[in-house]
C-alpha cells in the first residue's frame, strides 16, 4: 500500500515489560512524527524525525520513551517499564518534507493497553 | 507558543442540516492551519489546509473553512451533513514546519 503503515495494530502488555512499536512511512517522505492520543483526548506531539537532523524529542513524556528511525525510512517507538497511563494509540504520520505547511498522512495506529 | 481551541467536544446535527465546527489558534507567525476528521479505529485523514494562498479553502466530502485572521479563527463547514460525516473532527496549526499542535477535537453525530 502508499499509505503509513504501523504494526502492530494492537498491542496488550502486561505493567513493567517493555513494547517496540514501529511505522513505515510512505516511500519519499523525509519527515516522520509520533503522537499519542488517550481516551477523549487530542493529540500529543511526542517525537519528529527530519532528514539527518537531530530529532525533536521535546515531546517525549519520559525517558522511558524513545525512537529511533533507519534513514528516511522505518521509525520504532520504545516504551521501557511500561505503565498504565501509557495505555493510548500510538499515532505516526510522514510528510514529504518538514517544511511548514506539508501536509501530515497518518497510519491507523497502535493501540497499547497496559495491564 | 501556537494553541488551538475548538469549542465544542460533541455537535450534533440533523441529516441535511448545516455542519459548523470552531476553531480558533493562537500563533505569534502567519500559521498553517489543517482540518482533519477520524473515524473509529482509524488514523487522522487530513480533510483540507490553510497556507495563505486563499482565504477560503475547500476540502474533500464537501467540507470548506474560512481563514479569518481578525478573529483568529478557521471554522469548517458543510451546507448539508450526511450519516457519513459523524466522525471526531481536529484542527490542527503548525507554522515553521515541524509538530502539528492540535486541538481537543469536536465529535460530530448526525441523527437521521
Redesign the interface.
Known amino acids: 500500500g502508499a499509505g503509513v503503515s504501523q504494526s502492530p495494530s494492537n498491542k496488550v502488555t502486561e505493567k513493567g515489560k517493555d513494547v517496540e512499536l514501529r511505522c513505515d512511512p510512505i516511500s519519499g517522505h523525509t519527515a516522520l512524527y509520533w503522537y499519542r492520543q488517550r481516551l477523549g483526548q487530542g493529540l500529543e506531539f511526542l517525537i519528529y524525525f527530519q532528514g539527518n537532523s537531530a530529532p525533536d524529542k521535546s515531546g517525549l513524556p519520559s525517558d522511558r520513551f524513545s525512537a529511533e528511525r533507519t534513514g528516511e525510512s522505518v521509525s520504532t517507538l520504545t516504551i521501557q517499564r511500561t505503565q498504565q497511563e501509557d495505555s493510548a494509540v500510538y499515532l505516526c504520520a510522514s510528510s514529504l518534507s518538514g517544511v511548514g505547511g506539508q501536509p501530515q498522512h497518518f497510519g491507523d495506529g497502535t493501540r497499547l493497553s497496559i495491564l | 507558543a501556537q494553541s488551538v481551541t475548538q469549542l465544542g467536544s460533541h455537535v450534533s446535527v440533523s441529516e441535511g442540516a448545516l455542519v459548523l465546527l470552531r476553531c480558533n489558534y493562537s500563533s505569534s507567525v502567519p500559521p ?1 492551519l ?1 482540518w ?1 476528521v477520524q473515524y473509529p ?6 480533510l483540507l ?1 490553510y ?1 495563505s494562498a486563499a482565504t477560503l479553502v475547500k476540502g474533500i466530502n464537501g467540507f470548506e473553512a474560512e481563514f479569518k485572521k481578525s478573529e483568529t479563527s478557521f471554522h469548517l463547514t458543510k451546507p448539508s451533513a450526511h450519516m457519513s460525516d459523524a466522525a471526531e473532527y ?1 484542527c490542527a496549526v ?12 469536536t465529535e460530530l453525530s448526525v441523527k437521521p
Open positions: 498553517y489543517f482533519y479505529n482509524q488514523g487522522l485523514q487530513l489546509k497556507t481536529f503548525n507554522n515553521q514546519g515541524g509538530k502539528l499542535i492540535f486541538g481537543q477535537g
